[in-house]
């Protein structure tokens, strides 16, 4: 045997070595050390599996910590952490924090420093916030219903048709006398995700989907005030239809 001439500390690394060889060779991870074993069986572990799953509980904690948020249960500057959340959601931290980096990179969530550590809150209603939000969102929707109104004759008179029926819906429930305000901002969401989707390439719908969602927020905070301006809102969105409908650009955005 080789480890004979080997230096005692070279002979006893040889032979261990040796020996887990024999050993995954013959009866595999069961038999080997603890460490041994853990090793071999992470090489051996499916590499899609995990990060599979991984994703999966990433797009759970994702979309429920963001309807905290949206609806009011994670109130503006309320502090976020980490591990009380993962409790909260039944799920691992790993997901929790890859969602929390998301919604801070969405807006949603910002980053105090506090000593040493940064600690994470959820972001403030301001004016000026609002102000932007709005902003950004008229430009990449002005600039999605002026491409739709270049679209062709039938093309415009399909997606008119859509518009007008939910801008139908949104008339009879600003003549009723308790309009539910939930319904409202569905069919107002719906008929500007309408606009949107209809002529916008991908990158002007993706950057829209990142902004569109954190409006809400503002929306369901002044809802009231919203709800009694809901005769405006119809009248504008007939001006658009009627826009598109004559291929005018310019007047549609």
């Given at each position: 045997c080789i480890w004979r001439f080997l230096p005692l500390e070279s002979a006893i690394v040889y032979k261990k070595e040796k020996r887990e060889q024999r050993l995954r060779a013959s009866v595999g991870p069961a038999c080997m050390s603890a460490r041994t074993a853990v090793r071999t069986a992470r090489k051996r572990r499916p590499g899609r599996a995990l990060p599979g799953h991984l994703e999966r509980s990433f797009d759970v904690a994702y979309r429920k910590l963001r309807e905290l948020i949206v609806h009011g249960r994670l109130a503006p500057g309320t502090r976020v952490v980490e591990a009380d959340i993962a409790r909260r959601l039944e799920i691992s931290r790993t997901p929790v924090r890859s969602a929390l980096h998301r919604l801070q990179q969405e807006g949603y969530v910002v980053a105090y420093r506090s000593s040493r550590q940064a600690r994470l809150a959820v972001a403030p209603l301001t004016k000026e916030d609002s102000h932007e939000l709005y902003g950004i969102i008229g430009h990449i929707e002005g600039l999605a219903v002026r491409l739709l109104a270049q679209l062709d004759e039938q093309a415009r008179a399909r997606i008119a048709e859509r518009l007008s029926a939910i801008n139908a819906e949104l008339s009879r429930l600003a003549g009723s006398v308790q309009p539910d305000p939930s319904r409202i901002f569905d069919l107002d969401m719906g008929f500007h995700q309408v606009?949107?989707?209809?002529?916008?390439?991908?990158?002007?719908?993706?950057?829209?989907?990142?902004?569109?969602?954190?409006?809400?927020?503002?929306?369901?905070?002044?809802?009231?005030?919203?709800?009694?301006?809901?005769?405006?809102?119809?009248?504008?969105?007939?001006?658009?239809?009627?826009?598109?409908?004559?291929?005018?650009?310019?007047?549609?955005?």
């Open positions: 606009l949107v989707e209809s002529a916008a390439g991908p990158r002007l719908l993706a950057i829209h989907s990142a902004i569109k969602p954190q409006t809400e927020r503002y929306w369901r905070l002044y809802a009231s005030a919203i709800v009694d301006q809901l005769g405006e809102s119809v009248a504008e969105h007939t001006s658009i239809i009627e826009s598109v409908r004559r291929g005018d650009p310019d007047a549609a955005e």
